[in-house]
């Protein structure tokens, strides 16, 4: 698609985001199977619950603006999710495991934090407050997901830290 307009590229940065959304909700399960801290898998399925949320949100931001959703390949997200395939499947130990798994979800969170930022303001700029408040609140989840891996983060790397030592 050729963006000629602010507008064009709002709807296009929002099929980005739909389409990430989507593959996380496809990814999610499959990240969360791989934990071995049950506090990690259980944070993991808890954001899947929210990041189906996130997709609803979005489906009802496209009706706002008066589109079908829709989507649009987002490669960043592709990639993402792809070294994180590629770390997981390098990682022989528990411990370490769930490192990797959260330096994987936590660049995914940074991910979404910018991309729901950005659309926030232009969507300011728009003067469609209404959606800026929505993507606001799914603003404030992706944060307060990337909160709780940091915190497990603080116990799991240490112990995948001298996991590592042993080995």
């Known amino acids: 698609m050729s963006v000629k307009t602010f507008e064009e590229l709002v709807m ?15 990814a999610l399960p499959k990240i969360a199977k791989e934990c071995t801290s ?8 808890a954001h899947l619950s929210q990041t189906e949320e996130h997709v609803e949100r979005l489906d009802g ?5 008066g589109s079908e959703s829709s989507r649009k390949t987002c490669k960043a997200m592709a990639g993402l999710l792809s070294e994180g395939e590629s770390l997981l499947k390098q990682s022989k130990d528990d411990a370490l495991t769930d490192a990797a798994i959260i330096a994987v979800c936590q ?18 700029l ?9 993507l606001q609140t799914t ?9 709780t891996l940091t915190r497990l983060s603080q116990n799991l790397n240490v112990t995948a830290a001298h996991s590592a030592d042993r080995n």
């Not at 929002?14 to 996380?24: M, N, S, V």
């Not at 049950?38 to 399925?45: I, K």
């Not at 991910?111 to 300011?124: D, F, K, Q, V």
């Not at 603003?139 to 909160?147: G, K, V």
């Open 139 to 147: 603003l404030n989840e992706e944060f307060e997901a990337d909160q």
């Open 107 to 124: 660049k995914v969170e940074h991910y979404e934090m910018a991309t729901y930022g950005t659309l926030r303001e232009w969507s300011r």
């Open 126 to 134: 728009l003067g469609r407050e209404e959606i800026a408040a929505t």
């Open 61 to 65: 931001i496209f009706l706002q603006l």
């Open 38 to 45: 049950l506090e990690l898998r259980s944070a993991l399925e």
């Open 12 to 26: 296009d940065e929002l099929e980005d985001i739909y389409d990430a959304e989507k593959q996380l909700v496809r």
